[in-house]
């Protein structure tokens, strides 16, 4: 597609559903992060995917939160037992190569999760 | 470790005056620092990027940002705001070459109003 897509773009989950979140990454894009946004904050990084492989999950807040790309293409943030605090937008962006500190990410629209 | 501070949460200006939006970074290396918009239910997109090249960075829809080591400062400046320039902006520092993630690190974020 032309750029990067999420699915679902709006979440509700009672406290303690398990629910997951899709990013379609831009066609070929080797690499593929996973943000969290806080209302009136910055994205903070959660998880860093090159291809299939997470080579980073040091954002990653706690163990009910899990990541996987298992073909290197779309990727899918887990969430279990939401709590409260959960409530984000929750961004997904991509790289078209192995990723160097000067690259763009593009961002794809985010999907709002909302914890009751 | 990298750090951004963005030094205003809130800016307003009048449409057709000058827009600033500052940001301070902090890093132990040559860092790569870029500007990003986020408009109400849309997407993070690119304004402009520094990668060591030139100092003043030209980006879209008129912005610039320049790059001042000694102040360790990239502010962002536009000579004429728009009412369409009205959104909330980001600046941001990547991972050092060598950490092998290239995370985004991001400010707290300014949003801009524009008045009539």
């Known amino acids: 597609g032309a750029g990067v897509s999420q699915s679902p773009r709006y979440k509700v989950a009672k406290r303690g559903q398990d629910v997951a979140l899709r990013c379609d990454p831009i066609?070929?894009?080797?690499?593929l992060f996973w943000y969290q946004q806080a209302l009136g904050q910055g994205p903070e990084f959660l998880t860093y995917f090159q291809n299939e492989a997470q080579l980073d999950k040091s954002g990653l807040p706690s163990d009910r939160f899990f990541a996987e790309r298992p073909e290197g293409s779309v990727s899918t943030l887990k969430i279990q037992r939401t709590q409260q605090e959960d409530s984000a937008v929750y961004l997904c962006?991509?790289?078209?190569?192995?990723?160097?500190?000067?690259?763009?990410?593009?961002f794809g629209p985010g999907t709002r999760l909302t914890v009751l | 470790a990298q750090s951004v501070t963005q030094l205003d949460s809130h800016v307003s200006v009048s449409e057709g005056t000058p827009v600033l939006l500052r940001c301070n970074y902090s890093s132990s290396y040559s860092p790569s620092l870029f500007w990003y918009v986020q408009h109400p239910n849309k997407g993070l997109q690119l304004l402009l990027k520094y990668t060591s090249a030139a100092t003043l960075v030209k980006g879209i829809n008129g912005f610039e940002a320049e790059f001042k080591k000694s102040e360790t400062s990239f502010h962002l400046t536009k000579p004429s705001a728009h009412m369409s320039d009205a959104a909330e902006y980001f600046c941001?520092?990547?991972?050092?070459?060598?950490?092998?993630?290239?995370?985004?690190?991001f400010g707290t974020g300014t949003r801009l109003k524009v008045l009539a």
């Open positions: 941001v520092v990547s991972d050092p070459p060598g950490s092998g993630t290239y995370k985004y690190i």
């Open positions: 962006a991509t790289i078209g190569g192995g990723a160097r500190n000067t690259d763009t990410q593009y």
């Open positions: 066609s070929g894009h080797v690499s």
